[in-house]
């Protein structure tokens, strides 16, 4: 039964009943770690010729799950091999009705295995198991059987112009979406008939490696796929080697800048997708409640890890207010914590590195003098976590309204005018994404003509799909990866042939 609710008074609904919610963790049993991992050349798991091993650990406990291979150079080179020889016997030759069979078989594969992989992925990086389970291993299946489309179509996608392969691609992602990242360098690499090496991130290799025994479950000709897990120091040897072609590289702007001198000069061909600082920008007419839901899925969804995300949001002065109200209200609803519950909300922070970043940023917040605010929320005692934060009394020098922090911290910052708004947005180095919360659909085309920034979403963040583009401007890097706009770095275009 409901409360009556006396004449005169606030009728809008009080604070939510706090819920108690029971414990419902996903099983671990679906998975099965191995206690050591090699690396993955040639089609065959391999011991390193490094000889050195390193440990993945779960982040939500600290716990360690699995050894895995450090690959120094010699194995770098070993893979590069198996790659250049994978693709100069018959990969690349094979017609693309043929190669888009296995990149099906992939995508399938992942989805009559999507529950394990979602739970590795769970506890491997830390994120919830309700977002890897309905965004990342849905995504990274929609990505192969999306380029499995495009296999044999390669001639329609790029008319008047031939479509022929780049050779050995070098692929270098970040731990904040393992298995998604490796979905978006393989499958366009595969379809346009190049064959890779990639290099997960130190801290996530799990779900890369399981994707290994899907690669070899589907009868991949051996070297068409590598993986050789590491730190940056492999990474670092995958840019150097002389027989890559091509460096897919996301990750951060420092590392981007670093991999960009050290391909300079040659034939390399190179694609960056790196950092931002993303805006999202409310005006008075939007639908605040929606816009509500909006911005705390552009912040504080995969605890903020995540390159696109709208770190900044920028309200206009009018419904500031009650847009604060409202946000402070629902970030007390967010349930943080194990991130194998289906419950959670936000999981752990991907590692203890992190976890000092974050702090670190957010403790200049605090002395630079923006407001702090955070629900009450009790964190586990063992692993890295960090409560859903926000920030007022921004002002566009504080470091939280510059710096990206990839952690669930949101800095708001006010406007009064689009041109304001506008001003402000751009003021940033970066140039990824950016969000608009508006009833006007003028306003609408009138603020996306002028965002530079490469991904905008109108009422809604952090979409994605695998025919839609992605990429950056300024120093979020450039190239562009899915959609048609993902095939064209992997490919020499050539004037004439394909079709009229
Ligand atoms: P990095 O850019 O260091 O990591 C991305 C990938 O590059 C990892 O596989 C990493 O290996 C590898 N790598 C590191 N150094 C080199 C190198 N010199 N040459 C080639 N490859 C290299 O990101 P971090 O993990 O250090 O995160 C730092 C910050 O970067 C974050 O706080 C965040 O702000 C930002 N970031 C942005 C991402 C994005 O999607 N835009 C993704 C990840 C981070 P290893 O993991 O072994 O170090």
């Not at 029971?22 to 991992?37: F, G, L, M, T």
């Not at 716990?63 to 080179?77: F, N, T």
């Not at 080697?241 to 034939?267: M, Y």
Request: proline content about 6%; glycine content about 10%; hydrophobic content about 40%.
């Amino acid at each position: 039964m409901g409360k009556d609710i006396e004449p005169g008074k606030d009728r809008r609904p009080q604070r939510a009943t706090a819920w108690e919610y029971a414990p419902a963790p996903e099983s671990k049993d679906i998975v099965s770690i191995q206690d050591r991992y090699g690396l993955f050349i040639g089609g065959k798991f391999v011991e390193p010729l490094s000889g050195r091993y390193f440990d993945t650990i779960d982040p939500s406990n600290e716990e360690k799950l699995a050894e895995v291979a450090d690959a120094g150079p010699e194995d770098v080179d070993l893979a590069v091999t198996a790659a250049r020889s994978a693709w100069d016997s018959d990969w690349a030759g094979l017609p693309g009705k043929d190669r888009a069979k296995f990149l099906y078989r992939i995508a399938r594969a992942l989805q009559e295995r999507s529950r394990e992989f979602a739970v590795l992925e769970s506890m491997d990086g830390g994120k919830p198991i309700k977002e890897s389970r309905d965004v990342d291993v849905p995504l990274a299946a929609a990505h192969f059987f999306y380029y499995a489309g495009w296999a044999d179509k390669l001639d329609y996608a790029f008319p008047h112009r031939s479509a022929r392969p780049l050779g050995v691609a070098g692929q270098i992602i970040p731990w904040n979406f393992p298995l998604l990242m490796a979905a978006w360098k393989l499958a366009p690499a595969l379809a346009t008939g190049n064959t890779a090496v990639l290099k997960p991130a130190e801290t996530t290799p799990l779900t890369a490696l399981l994707l290994a025994e899907v690669i070899q479950e589907v009868e991949l000709p051996p070297g068409v796929v590598n993986i050789v897990t590491g730190a940056g120091e492999t990474g670092a040897a995958v840019v150097r080697h002389p027989g890559v072609d091509k460096i897919a590289f996301t990750g951060s702007t420092e590392v981007g800048k670093l991999i960009r001198r050290a391909v300079a000069g040659t034939s390399k061909r190179l694609t960056l997708e790196l950092g931002g600082k993303a805006a999202n920008i409310v005006f008075e007419d939007a639908p605040l409640d929606q816009a509500i839901e909006g911005i705390v899925n552009g912040i504080y969804f995969n605890q903020g890890h995540v390159c696109c995300a709208g770190s900044r949001l920028l309200v206009q002065e009018s419904v500031f207010e009650p847009v604060l109200e409202k946000l402070k209200e629902r970030l007390q609803t967010l349930r943080v914590g194990d991130p194998l519950d289906k419950n959670t909300d936000l999981g752990a922070i991907n590692s203890r590195q992190q976890l000092e970043k974050i702090e670190e940023l957010v403790e200049a917040g605090v002395e630079e003098g923006a407001q702090m605010y955070q629900p009450e929320c009790l964190l586990p005692e063992r692993g890295f976590w960090f409560r859903p934060t926000l920030f007022t009394g921004v002002s566009q020098s504080h470091r939280i309204a510059r710096e990206e922090i990839f952690g669930p911290v949101l800095s708001i910052l006010t406007f009064r005018t689009p041109e304001e708004a506008l001003e402000k947005a751009n003021n940033t180095p970066y140039g990824l994404s950016a969000g608009v919360w508006t009833e006007k659909g003028s306003r609408i085309l009138w603020m996306t003509e002028r965002l530079r920034a490469g991904v905008i979403w109108a009422n809604t963040y952090n979409r994605f799909d695998p025919a839609s583009p992605f990429g950056g401007y300024k120093e979020s890097g450039f190239g562009r990866e899915g959609g048609l706009h993902g095939l064209a770095p992997y490919l020499e275009l050539v004037d004439g042939g394909g079709s009229r």
